[in-house]
């Protein structure tokens, strides 16, 4: 607080009393100001108060005058709404960078209250500190004679948080009328693979879910593979009319790996009339949904479900056609494809990084067990199992170790299970079916015999600092190494893609993660007309979130051969 | 969770989630089969109506299409604004504490029990019931009312130990206000009321005196809801219990939480508590263009608020910055039509093609004129104007507005209300512009102000108005300036150095004329506003001035009871600070005794500044002699915000207090012996020093002020100024002022802003008094 401003703008952060006074002191003496307030509505706790009255005046009506004043006075300019973002004060400047929200309603608003009376949505009035309720049109009306309004069309929690914000409010809602083949259609205008995604999303809409804090969330992924199945139902009632494109385009598109991803853009491309092929290396359609996901959380015929509705668009999906270093992307273009997606997925185990790793038989990497399970070969790979890491993929593989008739499953993690990365409740199921799981405990050498793996020597850890990711660092307790027996260790520590199909000269920029670096905003890589999205920029990520990605690669995709 | 009161409940809450059927754990083996089952019809139906859909916007539309005049803008996006700039003013009004946090409070379970701004809600006639005083859970009639203090305020356990400041006078006003409005009974559970302002003391005793309620100083253990429509209470030592109707917390403040983002931001260190605490020493030499007021500086009542705004931003008036304004040169009279304002006087847009050529060059119609966009349109034809003409809304005031804006000549703007625009338009404009003054007024000098007393408020005030180009005269009884001020600013530990620039800035500046040895004798209507006659050094004096200011401070009460003077180990806690600070003390057993000349029949108001006096002292000379013993005893502590810290700290150090119901009574000699009526029971103490907290007193240094001034002074003895919060140092005398402790008991960086926040105002009224008579 002093007195050596000379200035002749300013900016007064705050609509409560003290900056409603600030203001308009300063604006009275010729002062330009700017009012930024973060809520909808000027005169803050004061507006609230009854009893703190003073000589005739109830605060209320001393909060009315000041804004009234405020309103009307041509030197200030309110901005409701608005949240400060970030303040920099250099050269005896101050910039303010700042987000409004829309208060959604003009100038030209009379105050008349038609909307007041027409609005079916009843929200606690925060003003009246949730003793009532009022209208989604908040109104400062009765309490000021400013009279402001303000329209709170917010999107829900649950279709924010969802990658690819399916408007999750409106198909519980046609569900709970009964109103099922709207909802399916709700659910395809976001969500090309809703069957696949009832059943294995990691569905943080639920996490969020305001009903949450009242008791439990609502099962929205629950629901979603419900009306999944009633349309799985009526296609085989031969009730079901297929999709059509909007328009019939001659331009070709190339996409590689039929996985989510690729299946995205494949759908939504085919959806606005391009002729999509897609390039897939595997022998069966679907990518990690088919060789990752086992078969007991995704049966088959539903994920093949959902690629039938997409190959209905007239969508051609080329099996056993693996791009190598012969067979490139560039002559996808020499066959006339004008755009090409790159989505390939991560399928390159890490390594452990122990001695006698690679040495012995019976030790192999989740994703070539899981791989070789999912494509028909069912025989028991051993007795006594150990899984290593903590995340989906090492469950799957438990669980599908025991499956395969395997006596005794273990999960080995370094960390506890706070920090485990696996959907919680795959965890407890996975410890329902006899999968035992040791947490705090490492691997430092496998022991063999005869080529063979015979066990191996761990080590427990405990926790120390936060690290980068956000979760305690494990850390070796000195001196407590312990030895366990095993004829299979399965490391599932995580992925990378695999990209040695590229010939050397691919000119791509790769980053150290060897995954494509692309534009986040298009899903562009460096290389013109070249897209990638998926599993092989993020590295090993959800079904949903490789669905975004093919959302924004296919709208730039669009966009590109449009120009 | 936001707990549902008084309203229909979801009808679908009970509804569990349900639960996915999935194939039994011994079929799982040697197979593949699916393990989730999937939901029935049955199922989906009924967990897809546990969405509440939010209660928010669904998107239907309703209001658009209801929207005559088409305001609704439904579409409308989140926008990124960025602006820039010579200054800011961080402002809150703070947040409440949670009390969802503490289930002992029974707020998460009861909905009985409510918060202080609940309660304010619920007996507003704009609230929920029209303002009829209605419990939450079944709209009956509350009869008894608990109201518990200190709820997330004065407890160190949650990181808390600040006083809110706000909450005891609020509660006994909500008591009151609930007891006149349906004669409920009341029971306020506190840990000591320190109820803030002035009238406060008087507030508390008539309260006190009331039959109807009841002060329980306990700590409240557990509220729970009774089951019979009723809450318990469980309280004090012994475990008491009670019921009552309806509870309401009177929740603390709590530092708003983005604050702290900004103030890393903004370089600006925070207390621990996440507020701005600025000390005297701040204030002397803060600069800068980020600056803070309400409740980021602590917890502050609304008057304060606006005084700390006022203060804040009362520092533009500076003319000196304003360039002179300049003619219009040109040969054209520019045409402007505001669209805003057009439209109010239902005129069409298409009124500026009416005019034709004429003499006059249309410029076209903006939104807002007076808004950013205009602006630019304006200054861009001022080069060749010889007038510019504005059709708008209001006429008269924003003339001068506009000329200010362009930094024009006043007469330069001609502005028509778009009301009068009928008939021909040439005309109209014609004849407006000719009956506008033909000579452009000149901008006169403000005139002279007289500030009476430079202490804290004095200086700060004179200061200011130096700053802005004002005449200051400083009159003053003693021999020298800023006698007070130096003493109080250098008791709280600000350089001697700075203590003496701040002075000197004042003293020396070419605007300031001292008077020193002066009292004011009368004061009269003059050409400027008023002459006030001095007295000074014998002579007389007549000096002419537009505005008065009165910041005499206040004096010290001289004790004459517990035998002051009388034994010279009996001593004021000023004398008490002086003797430390030249080691002339060095007993072991010290007492000190609170409100003497305050909170008593004489002085029936709390004197603000001693508690933290004594507390300071206290814990300054345990650091000069360790193991003294120092015992406090007092009338209920009256410590406000921060200063709360001090008093954990002495309790830390081993400092007793000793809370007495009446006054203490010292009789013997070496050592002196002192009689306490505790609350606790009758004790009896040995000391060596007793020192006593001698209050603010007047004496009749105001009455004699306020008959020369002819202003009032109120019962306790202060000068009256206005209940206006907006405006709060209005006497009762047109253009006399009053700030600081003149005003009411206040601490020093108090007075110091309210002296800079007088000095705001009085210079913004003579400013635009100046532009009045100039029209």
Redesign the interface.
């Known amino acids: 607080?002093?007195?050596?401003?000379?200035?002749?703008?300013?900016?007064?952060?705050?609509g409560?009393?003290?900056?409603?006074?600030?203001?308009i002191?300063?604006a009275?003496?010729?002062?330009?100001v700017?009012l930024?307030e973060?809520s909808p509505f000027l005169g803050?706790?004061?507006l609230?108060?009854?009893?703190?009255?003073?000589?005739?005046?109830p605060?209320?009506c001393?909060a009315s005058?000041?804004i009234n004043e405020v309103l009307e006075h041509?030197?200030i300019?309110v901005?409701t709404n608005?949240?400060?973002e970030?303040?920099?004060?250099a050269d005896?400047?101050?910039?303010?960078?700042?987000?409004?929200?829309?208060?959604?309603?003009?100038?030209?608003?009379?105050s008349?209250g038609?909307?007041l009376?027409?609005?079916?949505?009843?929200?606690?009035?925060t003003?009246?500190?949730?003793?009532?309720?009022r209208t989604?049109?908040d109104f400062a009306g009765?309490?000021t004679f400013g009279g402001i309004?303000n329209?709170?069309?917010?999107i829900?929690?649950c279709q924010e948080r969802c990658p690819v914000h399916i408007d999750i409010?409106r198909y519980?809602?046609l569900?709970?009328s009964?109103r099922y083949e709207e909802a399916i259609r709700v659910i395809r205008e976001r969500n090309p693979l809703p069957a696949v995604c009832g059943?294995i999303c990691p569905h943080p809409c639920e996490s969020v879910c305001?009903?949450g804090?009242?008791?439990?969330?609502?099962?929205i992924d629950?629901?979603k593979?419900?009306?999944s199945?009633y349309e799985i139902a009526q296609r085989r009632a031969g009730k079901f009319v297929p999709p059509k494109p909007k328009r019939n385009l001659r331009v070709k598109v190339a996409v590689v790996g039929a996985g989510p991803a690729g299946l995205t853009v494949a759908h939504d491309l085919a959806m606005e009339g391009f002729r999509v092929t897609i390039f897939e290396a595997a022998p069966v359609p679907g990518g990690m949904m088919h060789l990752g996901i086992?078969?007991?959380?995704?049966?088959r015929d539903i994920l093949m479900s959902d690629i039938e509705y997409i190959k209905e668009l007239g969508v051609e999906i080329k099996l056993n056609s693996p791009l190598t270093k012969e067979f490139t992307v560039d002559d996808l273009f020499k066959q006339d494809y004008k755009a090409v997606f790159v989505g390939v997925g991560a399928y390159k185990g890490l390594k452990l990084r122990v001695p006698g790793e690679d040495e012995y038989e019976g030790f192999l990497d989740c994703i070539e067990f899981l791989k070789r399970v999912n494509l028909g070969d069912k025989t028991k790979p051993g007795n006594k199992v150990i899984v290593i890491g903590g995340g989906n993929s090492a469950i799957d593989s438990a669980r599908t170790a025991?499956?395969?008739?395997c006596d005794e499953v273990t999960i080995l993690y370094r960390r506890s299970r706070k920090e485990m990365p696996a959907n919680p409740w795959e965890v407890e199921?996975a410890e329902?079916?006899?999968v035992k799981i040791h947490y705090l405990a490492a691997p430092v050498k496998i022991l063999g015999s005869n080529g063979k793996v015979t066990g191996m020597v761990c080590t427990k850890m405990k926790l120390g600092k936060l690290d980068a990711s956000g979760r305690r660092r494990p850390i070796p307790i000195e001196g407590s190494e312990f030895e366990v027996e095993a004829d299979l260790i399965i490391p599932a520590i995580s992925q990378q893609p695999d990209l040695s199909f590229l010939p050397d000269d691919h000119g791509f920029e790769i980053s150290r993660w060897n995954s494509f670096v692309v534009d986040e905003r298009t899903m562009a890589t460096n290389r013109e007309g070249i897209y990638a999205g998926g599993d092989d920029v993020t590295g090993p990520a959800t079904v949903i979130e490789a669905i975004q990605a093919g959302h924004i690669a296919a709208s730039s995709i669009k966009e590109y051969l449009s120009r | 969770?936001?707990?549902?009161?008084?309203?229909p409940e979801?009808q679908d809450?009970p509804t569990?989630?349900?639960k996915?059927p999935e194939l039994p754990?011994e079929e799982?083996?040697?197979?593949?089969?699916?393990?989730?089952l999937?939901?029935t019809?049955e199922?989906?139906?009924k967990?897809?109506?546990?969405?509440?859909?939010?209660?928010?916007?669904?998107?239907?539309g309703?209001?658009l299409?209801?929207?005559?005049?088409?305001?609704?803008?439904?579409d409308?996006?989140?926008?990124?604004?960025?602006?820039?700039?010579?200054?800011?003013?961080?402002?809150?009004?703070?947040k409440?504490y949670n009390p969802d946090l503490d289930l002992t409070l029974g707020y998460a379970t009861c909905s009985d029990v409510?918060?202080s701004?609940?309660f304010?809600?619920?007996?507003?006639?704009?609230?929920?019931f029209g303002g009829y005083l209605l419990r939450?859970s079944d709209g009956e009639i509350p009869r008894s009312i608990a109201f518990v203090q200190c709820v997330g305020s004065r407890n160190e356990a949650i990181g808390a130990d600040f006083c809110s400041t706000t909450c005891c006078r609020?509660s006994l006003?909500?008591a009151?206000?609930a007891h006149q409005r349906d004669d409920v009974k009341v029971t306020v559970f506190h840990k000591g009321l320190r109820p803030i302002g002035k009238d406060s003391e008087l507030l508390l005793a008539e309260l006190e005196a009331s039959d109807w309620i009841e002060f329980v100083e306990a700590e409240v253990h557990e509220i729970t809801e009774n089951g019979k429509g009723s809450v318990k209470v469980t309280f004090g030592r012994d475990k008491s219990q009670a019921e009552f109707d309806l509870v309401v917390l009177a929740v603390g403040v709590r530092a708003d939480r983005?604050f702290r983002r900004?103030a890393r931001?903004?370089?600006r260190d925070l207390n621990r508590f996440g507020f701005v605490q600025?000390s005297l020493k701040d204030?002397l030499d803060?600069?800068?263009?980020?600056?803070?007021?309400?409740?980021v500086c602590g917890p502050v009542t609304?008057?304060t608020?606006?005084i700390?705004?006022?203060?804040?931003?009362?520092?533009?008036?500076?003319d000196?910055?304003?360039p002179e304004p300049r003619s219009l040169t040109g040969d054209k009279v520019l045409v402007y039509g505001c669209r805003?304002g057009l439209k109010l006087g239902g005129v069409s847009e298409k009124v500026l093609e009416q005019l034709g050529s004429n003499g006059f060059e249309q410029r076209g119609t903006y939104s807002y004129l007076?808004?950013?966009e205009g602006r630019e349109a304006l200054s861009a034809g001022i080069a060749h104007a010889s007038h510019i003409v504005i059709l708008g809304c209001h006429s008269g005031k924003?003339e001068t507005?506009f000329e200010?804006l362009l930094n024009l000549e006043r007469g330069s703007v001609t502005l028509i209300s778009a009301q009068d625009l009928n008939g021909d338009i040439a005309r109209t404009i014609k004849q407006a512009m000719e009956s506008a003054r033909l000579e452009p007024a000149v901008r006169r000098k403000p005139p002279a102000v007289c500030i009476v007393g430079s202490g804290m408020a004095g200086l700060?005030a004179s200061?200011?108005l130096l700053?802005n180009g004002i005449t200051v005269h400083l009159v003053e009884g003693d021999s020298e300036i800023g006698i007070g001020f130096k003493r109080i600013a250098l008791a709280e530990g600000v350089e001697a150095e700075t203590v003496d620039e701040y002075i000197r800035s004042v003293k020396d500046d070419e605007n300031a004329k001292i008077h020193v040895n002066s009292r004011i004798k009368c004061l009269k209507k003059g050409n400027q506003g008023y002459v006030i006659s001095l007295d000074s050094d014998g002579g007389q004096w007549d000096i002419e001035c537009g505005a008065v200011l009165i910041a005499t401070g206040s004096g010290r009460y001289i004790p004459e009871e517990f035998g002051y003077g009388t034994n010279p180990n009996i001593m004021t806690q000023d004398e008490f600070a002086d003797r430390m600070s030249t080691n002339g003390i060095n007993a072991k057993r010290v007492l000190m005794v609170q409100c003497v000349g305050a909170r008593d029949d004489q002085h029936r108001y709390c004197s603000r500044f001693c508690c933290r006096q004594v507390l300071e002292n206290a814990l300054r000379y345990k650091e000069v002699v360790e193991d003294a013993q120092i015992t406090i005893v007092h009338k209920g502590l009256r410590l406000f915000g921060f200063e709360e810290i001090l008093l954990g700290e002495a309790i830390e150090r081993g400092v007793e207090l000793i809370q007495v119901k009446a006054k203490p009574r010292i009789y013997g000699e070496n050592p002196l012996k002192v009689a306490l009526e505790s609350t606790e029971g009758n004790v009896e103490l040995e000391a060596d020093v007793i020192v006593l907290s001698a209050a603010h007193a007047h004496g009749e240094m105001h009455k004699d002020l306020a008959t020369s001034l002819g202003v009032e002074i109120d019962d306790l003895g202060f000068i009256n100024t206005?209940?206006?919060?907006?405006e709060p140092f209005d006497t009762s005398v047109e253009g006399v002022l009053a700030c600081g402790l003149a005003r009411q008991p206040m601490t020093a960086e108090e007075a110091f802003?309210e002296g800079?926040a007088a000095?705001?105002t009085i210079?913004?009224r003579l400013?635009?008094r100046c532009e009045d008579e100039a029209d």
């Open positions: 607080m002093t007195n050596s401003i000379t200035s002749r703008s300013l900016i007064v952060v705050g409560g009393i003290a900056g409603l006074e600030a203001a002191e300063a009275r003496s010729g002062i330009d700017t930024v973060e803050g706790l004061l609230k108060e009854e009893t703190i009255s003073s000589g005739d005046y605060a209320l001393l005058r000041l041509p030197r300019k901005l608005t949240r400060i970030k303040v920099r004060s005896g400047k101050v910039r303010v960078a700042a987000k409004r929200l829309p208060p959604r309603v003009g100038i030209e608003c009379t008349c038609a909307c009376l027409v609005c079916p949505i009843k929200p606690y009035d003003f009246n500190e949730g003793l009532m309720l989604a049109i009765p309490r309004y329209i709170e069309k917010e829900p929690a409010r519980v809602g569900i709970a009964g059943r305001n009903r804090r009242q008791d439990e969330p609502v099962a629950a629901l593979r419900f009306v199945e086992p078969e007991y959380r995704l049966p025991l499956r395969l008739g199921a329902h079916e006899g | 969770m936001k707990k549902p009161k008084f309203i979801f809450i569990q989630r349900q996915m754990v799982r083996r040697l197979n593949f089969k699916e393990v989730e999937g939901f019809e199922m989906a139906l967990e897809a109506a546990r969405c509440l859909s939010c209660r928010r916007c669904i998107g239907c309703l209001c299409a209801e929207c005559d005049p088409g305001a609704v803008v439904y409308q996006q989140t926008e990124s604004i960025s602006i820039e700039a010579d200054g800011l003013i961080y402002t809150s009004d703070g409440t409510i918060t701004y609940e304010e809600r619920l007996i507003s006639p704009t609230g929920p939450p609020r006003l909500q009151k206000r983005d900004f931001a903004a370089g600025n204030l803060d600069v800068g263009a980020i600056r803070f007021a309400g409740a609304a008057h608020a606006v700390q705004a006022k203060a804040v931003s009362s520092s533009g008036f500076s000196v910055a304003r805003y007076c808004h950013k924003y507005f200010d700060a200061r200011m700053r206005s209940p206006d919060p907006l802003v800079l000095a705001g210079c913004r400013m635009t």
